[in-house]
């Protein structure tokens, strides 16, 4: 019979709590596996650690399965069977002892997973990791903006540096996909001012990793330390320029602000959502970049959500331009639109006085129906495209320009964005590298040193080169 609930029952209701607790850590393997068929490790927890509620329940719902549902419903069976039976139900005194045996049984059994799937190195550990480079690039502001030194003039204008989401360059009609899915960057092919970049790769394939060394003067060939890795925007407002960032992405994720971080030293910052629940689409930046207050020098960042899944919340209805329910019907219309967003950003650039240069990006590909998660690695989540416009006057002036131009073939990583970035706005500090800036007479171009997913893959492996692959 049911009775009053005493001490004994508080005790293993406290129990019960526990035991569920820990057995999420082997219930996330198994519900990731059964999706994935890849073991969870640390590169999906980063993944996970590094987004938001809006954009993981978006990952969960567009990969789950049949297996992955049925997983479910017995873990969550087991958690209020567990939860009802052994807390609330009375016992006789005889039968207590069983109960405590049982607890003790089932505590026992997951601290053995618990130590020898190592996922205390896993959950603990990588967790205590991040949140430490987190803290530590707050810590270090003053060590890293030293670390800039004399930054002796710059070339002065407006600069917009435009990062896109997940767009996989090999389904963009710019780049000889063969559906139209880029017809107003198309247009732009035959352009004097316009400069397309046909091997460029991300250097990992998650956006916060990604940027943490396209932003910054880390990179997989320097080995620095993050927390003493200037970004491009502390460099910028080291030289004088106003920056602006302007996103159509979270500020706010699981863990904190990691993208939002790498943005905090701007002297004006937009969000259009705190933490995703109200993300729209990316056409919302058009009328804040016309409304910003525009300086003389300045270098203005929008970061998009461009193709990202769930890709059918990427595009208004209007740009509905390929049928089909499918995924890669919906990531076709999401570069559609993404091509309408980018052409847009940069009529507007083309109006701004003193307008100098606009660069786009994406932060890393995609395997459309897949995602991009490194734990199920593919060389086309690494594939990006790239492009540089030029207003009619810089064009003249940049002495890099030619030197661009022989270059739109070379393989380029994203992490080598810093330079770049540097090298056209003439703000070379003291952690700018010769040998990584694509503008420049001493661009190391020899394919076998390009790395992707952080210098875990070779570049040259991936495609199969040897020697020249011109």
Same mark, same amino acid.
């Given at each position: 019979m049911l009775i009053f609930i005493s001490y004994f029952e508080i005790y293993r209701w406290i129990l019960a709590l526990f035991v569920i607790a820990i057995s999420l850590m082997p219930a996330a393997y198994l519900l990731?596996?059964?999706? =994935?068929?890849? &073991?969870?490790?640390?590169?999906? !927890?980063?993944?996970?650690?590094?987004?938001?509620?809006?954009?993981?329940?978006? /990952?969960? !719902?567009?990969?789950?399965?049949?297996?992955?549902?049925?997983?479910?419903?017995? !873990? &969550?069976?087991?958690?209020?069977?567990?939860?009802?039976?052994?807390?609330?139900?009375a016992v006789k005194n005889q039968t207590k002892s069983k109960t405590r045996i049982l607890i003790i049984v089932l505590i026992l059994s997951q601290f053995f997973i618990y130590e020898n799937a190592n996922l205390k190195s896993l959950f603990i550990d990588v967790i205590k990791k991040e949140l430490k480079i987190s803290s530590q690039y707050h810590a270090f502001k003053d060590e890293r903006i030293a670390k800039i030194g004399e930054i002796n003039g710059s070339f002065g204008g407006v600069y917009l540096l435009v990062i896109g989401e997940s767009e996989n360059r090999n389904f963009m009609s710019l780049y000889g996909f063969d559906e139209n899915t880029t017809p107003r960057l198309d247009a732009l092919k035959n352009d004097e001012n316009f400069l397309l970049f046909k091997n460029a790769y991300s250097n990992y394939v998650h956006t916060t990793a990604v940027l943490k060394q396209a932003l910054t003067?880390?990179?997989?060939?320097?080995?620095? @330390?993050?927390? *003493?890795?200037? =970004?491009?925007?502390?460099?910028?407002?080291?030289?004088?320029?106003?920056?602006?960032?302007? =996103?159509?992405q979270a500020k706010f994720g699981f863990f904190g602000a990691p993208n939002s971080m790498l943005a905090l030293p701007s002297k004006f910052s937009f969000y259009t959502s705190l933490d995703d629940s109200q993300v729209g689409f990316d056409g919302v930046l058009l009328e804040n970049l016309r409304a910003? $207050?525009? =300086? $003389?020098?300045?270098?203005?960042? !929008?970061?998009?959500? +461009?193709?990202?899944? @769930? /890709?059918?919340?990427?595009?208004?209805?209007?740009?509905t331009k390929f049928g089909g329910s499918d995924d890669l019907a919906h990531y076709k219309n999401s570069v559609f639109y993404n091509d309408f967003v980018v052409s847009e950003i940069l009529k507007i650039a083309k109006n701004l006085p003193n307008?100098?240069? *606009? &660069?786009?990006?994406? @932060?890393? +590909?995609?395997? &459309?129906?897949? +995602?991009? @998660?490194?734990?199920?690695?593919?060389?086309?989540?690494?594939?990006?495209?790239?492009?540089? /416009?030029f207003s009619d006057e810089f064009r003249r002036e940049f002495g890099g320009f030619e030197i661009l131009k022989q270059n739109v073939n070379e393989i380029w990583s994203n992490d080598l964005l810093?330079?770049?970035?540097?090298? *056209?706005?003439?703000?070379?500090?003291? *952690? /700018?590298?010769?040998?990584n800036d694509i503008t420049g007479p001493f661009y190391d171009k020899n394919v076998s040193r390009f790395l992707t997913l952080h210098g875990a893959k070779k570049i040259a492996n991936e495609l199969g080169l040897k020697g020249d692959f011109r």
């Open positions: 990731y596996f059964s999706f =994935s068929h890849k &073991v969870f490790n640390a590169n999906a !927890l980063m993944a996970f650690m590094q987004s938001n509620f809006s954009e993981a329940r978006e /990952y969960f !719902l567009v990969n789950v399965n049949f297996l992955t549902a049925f997983l479910l419903i017995i !873990l &969550v069976l087991f958690g209020v069977i567990f939860l009802k039976f052994t807390p609330l139900l003067a880390l990179n997989q060939y320097n080995k620095l @330390d993050f927390k *003493l890795s200037p =970004s491009i925007i502390e460099v910028a407002n080291r030289a004088g320029f106003n920056t602006a960032w302007l =996103s159509n910003l $207050e525009i =300086s $003389e020098n300045m270098l203005i960042v !929008l970061h998009l959500m +461009g193709s990202h899944t @769930d /890709y059918k919340k990427r595009y208004p209805s209007e740009f307008f100098k240069a *606009l &660069v786009y990006l994406s @932060d890393h +590909g995609e395997v &459309v129906g897949v +995602g991009h @998660d490194a734990a199920r690695y593919d060389f086309e989540m690494t594939k990006i495209p790239l492009f540089i /416009y810093f330079n770049l970035m540097s090298a *056209l706005m003439g703000v070379k500090s003291a *952690l /700018y590298e010769p040998e």
